[in-house]
Nanobody
């Protein structure tokens, strides 16, 4: 079955960096885009970035552009968002997702807290 497992979330100081991971299984990873979303406590889910399966292209929300970089390693079925210059407003649960055959699959999320 399709599984997505995020890891790497933690407490980090403002201005710091963090690298998350999303490990996928149960589908042909290299054929699918992986999306990252985030959801601050008490607020709605926000799209943050996408790693496309085509030509390694990426896309970013304006709120993270220039600070976040997403990469993928198809040999490890893993996507890595690298988050730099973190701000308190980046505090959220970060989740990865994949749309396969018109169904959206989600991981359980990993908490990132940016605070001094």
């Amino acid at each position: 079955q399709v599984q997505l497992v995020e890891s790497g979330g933690s407490l980090v100081q403002p201005g710091g960096s963090l690298r998350l991971s999303c490990i996928a299984s149960g589908f042909l990873f290299s054929n699918y885009a992986i999306n990252w979303f985030r959801q601050p406590q008490g607020k709605g889910r926000e799209w943050a970035a996408t790693s496309s399966s085509v030509d390694d292209t990426t896309a970013y929300a304006d709120s993270v552009k220039g600070r976040f970089t997403i990469s993928r390693d198809n040999s490890k079925n893993t996507v890595y968002p690298q988050m730099n210059s973190l701000r308190p407003e980046d505090t959220s649960v970060y989740s990865c997702s994949a749309r396969i055959n018109r169904l959206d699959f989600w991981g359980q999320g990993t908490q990132v807290t940016v605070s001094s």
